[in-house]
Structures are given as structure tokens and as C-alpha cells.
């Protein structure tokens, strides 16, 4: 199946993950060099304060990505880099980097895909209170104008936040991300604020880039009952809710879901949320980023006091050195709900990918023909939609480089380009290749 011929073929990092370079040139703490020298929180007690060195090797990484052939780079601005505190005194230095960084793209003919919040909030916030206090608001818009003011004429494609459920619920509920924390009225009160923020952030940024799209990144999982019983289907209703819907309803109708939130109000955990503000979430967007792995098996559980659910698993399918099921359907599945509920005026796929337990380089390649096969799976979903009228106009393989992959360190790799961290060198994957035929095929037709 062919694709647009205006279609973007692009790969994604974010700062924290690829950047290095954490004590340099003025940018200050973030919330991840704190967890990560936490013991016991991040595996083998690995921290991002290297990870990929981008912040040196830049223009290196950005030739590999003209070789693959990519026409658009996602990465994301590290807030801490800009605004040491959070908000006030500006780092000049930081900014430069990424000034420089949009120049050499553009220099290269790819198309720069800026993401504002990719989970690296500046430290010195989180010790205000985080995401938790109502001023995460009036924070997150003084640097969106920041940002935006000094990007504004470079940058013609922002994306406002990257995956508010992890931010919330996997780093506040499930206390597996910074900050780390187990609180159900945490969680919730900052997915609350998050929603405000984006709805806040769009205007600000379409002031200072007039012209340029804007919207935000999304997480999806596609929920499928693990058995026909009515139970299992509610169950996985109530997980669609939660996972996605709690969040697609603020950005596009201004409202909660009413089926998880007459379950919610009666336990409590809404107790700081005020929902008459979140009509402020809906502002228009100019697209929807949609970052999909894998499904999510639901059962009926009673017991746990939340949801009322848990998990099981499809011992028959493939799975990813993460366990998470490889299944493309899913991604089919869920552009077309999203069409059909929502109505985006435009879907990028801003993450879409796999972790494999790949062997060591040879012969100046990596055998990857699990992470290839992937990919060569899920490009036909994207392009089976677009058939049937799903408006998806991008798709960004995660990611262009192994890097340092949150509470599981470097142990789990998702680059299509091997990272050898102790001396920086990058190598090709057969996945990075067979990419690199994929755009060069498309661009013949």
C-alpha cells in the first residue's frame, strides 16, 4: 500500500532521553535528575545525564537522518534548559542550543516537529508543588511564551504536551515515572491541570508562530475484553475511558466522560478537581499526534477498588522485549475511532515502535528482524487507514536512537540506530534500513 505524496516521513527522540549534557551551559535540574539518583526507582541506577550526547552530536545525528531519507525530525525542548527555575530568568545558552539545532534541520530539508513537555519538568517546580498546583498553569504558559517567542518564525509544527496519561497516572498513580508518587487525588488533580495547560499553552503559541500547526500527542492503547463475557467488555470500556478517553474528550468537547466519571466523583479522587474548568481544554487544534504500541487485554476485577479491572495476556501472540503485544490491528482500529468520535482535522502517528533485545553490531549493522518486521506490520495499518479516510498525513518511527528509556534505563533499546554508550558510536539497524527503502520506494511511485 502506497502512501501521500505529500506524506512526512519522520523518527522522534525527547531531551531528557537523548540530550546529555545535564550540568552544561546553565540548564538546571528536572524532575528526572532527581529519580533517577533515587535508589531503586531507574534500573542499574542510570541516569540521563549522558544518554545519547545529542546536545554535542547533533549535527552527526542529523546527517544519519538526512541519509535515512526522513523529512521530519519530533524532538522536544528541555524546560529546565530554558528556564533553569521553572519560570523567570531566561537561559540565553539554552535556548541557542535549540536555535542551532532547528538551523541544521532546516539546513538538512527536514521539518522540525516541536514538542514543548516530553516529562522533564524543572526541578525547582516540582519542589512548588508540581503539576499539583494550580500555578502549573500560569508555569507552563510563561514558557510555552518563551519558547514559542523564540522559535516562533523557525517552527511551523508544535505539539503542546506528549502523553498527559503517563505524566499523570504513570508517574502519580502508578508511581513508576518522576516524581514517583501512589495518589489517586494526585494523579487526577494534575491530569486536571494538564488539560488546562495545553487549552492555556495553543493560543500563546499561535500568537508567537502565526501560521504554524499546533496540537498534542496523545497516547492510545487499543482495549479489547480477554474474554466475550459482558463483564470483560465493560471492563475494557472503563480502561478506554480511563487510558484515552479521559483525555480526548477535554481537547475536543471541553468534557469528562460521564461513564468514568460517575464512577470516579463518588470515590473522591476528583476532590481537587474543579470540572466546571474544563471547557477551558477545548481550543481548536490543528492536528492530533497519536503515539500507538500495543493493546491492552481488560477482565472484570471487582476487587480492585479503583477501575474494577486488570490484565491478562494473548500467550498465543508476539511480544516485545517489554511484553507489550505486537498487534497493528490495533493501530487500524484506533485511527478509525478516532475519525469517527472526534473528527481531528489532521492525525500524525508521533511514536509508533518496539523494544527488542538486539545482539551487538556487525559487519556495521545490527540484526533487528523483530523491530523490522514491526514496522513493515504497522506502516500498512496507517496506510489501510488513510484509505478508509482517516486524515493521517505522518508517521515517526520511535526512535531514531537507542537512548535512555525512563525507569528502565538503557536495558531496554527502541532505536532503529544501535547507541554504543560508552563511546557514542551509532550503527545502523536492518530496521533503520528497510525504513530507509520504505521512504525511498514511496518517493518513486
Known amino acids: ?3 501521500p505524496a505529500d506524506f512526512v516521513w519522520g523518527t522522534a527522540t525527547s531531551s531528557y532521553q537523548v540530550e546529555g549534557a545535564a550540568q552544561e551551559d546553565g540548564r538546571g535540574p528536572a524532575i528526572w535528575d532527581e529519580f533517577s539518583r533515587t535508589p531503586g526507582k531507574v534500573k542499574n541506577g542510570d541516569t540521563g545525564d549522558v544518554a545519547c550526547d545529542h546536545y554535542h552530536r547533533f549535527p552527526q545525528d542529523i546527517a544519519l537522518m538526512r541519509d535515512l531519507g526522513v523529512n521530519g525530525y519530533r524532538f522536544s525542548v528541555a524546560w529546565p534548559r530554558v528556564l533553569p527555575q521553572g519560570v523567570g ?14 538551523d541544521a534541520l532546516r539546513e538538512a530539508g527536514i521539518e522540525p516537529y516541536l514538542t514543548l513537555y516530553h516529562w522533564d519538568l524543572p526541578q525547582a517546580l516540582q519542589e512548588r508543588g508540581g503539576w499539583e498546583n494550580p500555578d502549573s498553569v500560569a508555569w507552563f504558559s510563561e514558557y510555552s511564551h518563551v519558547v514559542s517567542s523564540a522559535l516562533g518564525a523557525d517552527i511551523g509544527h508544535w505539539i503542546t504536551l506528549n502523553e498527559p496519561f503517563v505524566i499523570s497516572m504513570v508517574a502519580n498513580l502508578m508511581g513508576v515515572h518522576a516524581p514517583g508518587k501512589r495518589d489517586p487525588v494526585a494523579a487526577y488533580t494534575i491530569a486536571h491541570h494538564l488539560m488546562l495547560a495545553h487549552g492555556a499553552s495553543v493560543p500563546i503559541v499561535r500568537a508567537n508562530a502565526p501560521g504554524a500547526e499546533v496540537g498534542i500527542t496523545l497516547d492510545q492503547t487499543y482495549s479489547d475484553p480477554l474474554t466475550s463475557s459482558d463483564a470483560d467488555r465493560r471492563a475494557a470500556r472503563r480502561f478506554a475511558a480511563f487510558h484515552n478517553d479521559w ?7 471541553g468534557v469528562y466522560p460521564a461513564d468514568l466519571l460517575a464512577r470516579l466523583e463518588p470515590q473522591g479522587v476528583l476532590a481537587r478537581v474543579d470540572l466546571s474548568q474544563i471547557e477551558r481544554a477545548r481550543v481548536p487544534i490543528d492536528f492530533l499526534g497519536v503515539n500507538y504500541y500495543t493493546r491492552s487485554l481488560v477482565r472484570d476485577n471487582p476487587g480492585e477498588p479503583l477501575l474494577g479491572l486488570d490484565f491478562g495476556r494473548n500467550e498465543h501472540g508476539q511480544h516485545t522485549a517489554l511484553d507489550w503485544e505486537v498487534y497493528p490491528d490495533g493501530l487500524l482500529h484506533t485511527l478509525l475511532y478516532l475519525r469517527n468520535a472526534y473528527y481531528p482535522a489532521k492525525i500524525y502517528i508521533t511514536e509508533n515502535g518496539c523494544a527488542y533485545d538486539d545482539p551487538q553490531p556487525s559487519n556495521g549493522v545490527v540484526e533487528d ?9 504497522h506502516l500498512p495499518a496507517a496506510a489501510e487507514a488513510i484509505r478508509l479516510g482517516v486524515p493521517v498525513a505522518g508517521y515517526f518511527a520511535w526512535s531514531m536512537f537507542d ?3 525512563w525507569a528502565e534505563g538503557y536495558d531496554k533499546r527502541f532505536g532503529i540506530y544501535h547507541v554504543d554508550f560508552a563511546t557514542q558510536q551509532r550503527t545502523p539497524k536492518r530496521s533503520a534500513l528497510a525504513y530507509r527503502d520504505r521512504i525511498a520506494a514511496e518517493r518513486t511511485r
Open 369 to 377: 528482524p523483530e523491530r523490522a518486521r514491526y514496522y513493515q506490520l
Open 247 to 253: 483525555f480526548l474528550e477535554p481537547v475536543f468537547r
Open 1 to 3: 500500500m502506497s502512501f
Open 89 to 102: 530568568r531566561i537561559n540565553e545558552a539554552g535556548l541557542d542550543f535549540y536555535t542551532r539545532l532547528v
Open 403 to 405: 537512548n535512555f528509556e
